[in-house]
């Protein structure tokens, strides 16, 4: 039985990426940053170092150089509030960028990724169709033209499998136009986007490996950034133009064991 909870009992585990040794987008010289960034320009390299420098994971058997991961949160030091040790997949995207200075994280977002496919949901957060062939790259080409490059902090997978693809400090790109109760403030600024891989069709079910994660995940933050159980949303409820997570999430159930570990 492939259960979370062990996972969360074991070290993070750092999964290689196939085409490690692409390079990051370097910043143009001169070019002015935004003052509010809210473009999806691609963001500086981060002054952050590698949690573990001259460490990096191997390349799948190539012998090429791992890209650097990317930033993550520094473990917990608190033992009552430990890191929850997760699956990390250090993410080669550069789809995020700095928060404002002085932003503070007081909100958590969920959304479903309107695909069941994990891979899929993968590729369209982070932009990477390496092994998936020249079609794949130009679907995804296509989508991200459409659509604007999208990204979030985290996704859960069918299996319950936790992956954080952009670091907590950074601000990923998953919500877009609206607010909080209409309080005027870029979401994406104040914001931990997580996305559940789910078709988001209302028929398509959350899995109990899912929810056991986010039971997990979802209060680990909560009280990491001091964000209250009321500011736990879903997508829908900053955008309602948007209809994620489906009706069929139980998100009773996160807001319950949220509320247990913060109040
Ligand atoms: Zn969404």
Redesign the pocket.
Same mark, same amino acid.
């Given at each position: 039985m492939f259960s979370p909870i062990k996972r969360f009992a074991n070290t993070p585990v750092m999964r290689p990426l196939k085409d490690a040794e692409q390079p990051r987008p370097t910043p143009t010289p001169g070019a002015s940053p935004s003052p509010r960034p809210d473009s999806f320009e691609p963001s500086k390299p981060s002054p952050t170092p590698s949690p573990s420098p001259g460490k990096a994971p191997p390349g799948y058997g190539t012998g090429t150089p791992a890209a650097p991961p990317a930033p993550l949160t520094p473990p917990s030091t608190d033992p009552s509030n430990p890191t929850p040790p997760m699956e990390v997949r250090p993410s080669k995207s550069d789809r995020y960028n700095d928060r404002p200075a002085g932003a503070d994280i007081d909100t958590i977002?969920? =959304? @479903?990724t $309107?695909d069941g496919s994990d891979r899929n949901s993968l590729t369209t957060l982070t932009g990477d169709t390496d092994g998936q062939g020249i079609f794949k790259k130009g679907e995804q080409w296509l989508k991200d033209k459409k659509n604007g490059k999208v990204s979030a902090h985290y996704m859960i997978g069918k299996d319950g499998t936790i992956y954080q693809l952009v670091g907590d400090e950074k601000r990923a790109w @998953? $919500? /877009?136009d609206g607010s909080l109760r209409g309080d005027g403030k870029d979401v994406n600024d104040r914001s931990i /986007?997580i996305?559940i891989v789910n078709e988001g069709d209302g028929k398509d079910g959350y899995t109990d490996e899912q929810y056991k994660a986010l039971e997990q995940l979802v209060p680990y933050l909560a009280k990491r950034y001091d964000v209250p159980a009321g500011n736990v949303v879903? =997508? *829908?409820e900053t955008?309602p133009q *948007?209809k994620?997570?489906s009706e069929n999430f139980d998100f009773d159930r996160i807001v319950r064991a949220t509320e247990k570990k913060v109040g």
């Open positions: 977002v969920l =959304h @479903h $309107a @998953h $919500a /877009g /986007g996305e879903g =997508h *829908k955008n *948007k994620d997570p």
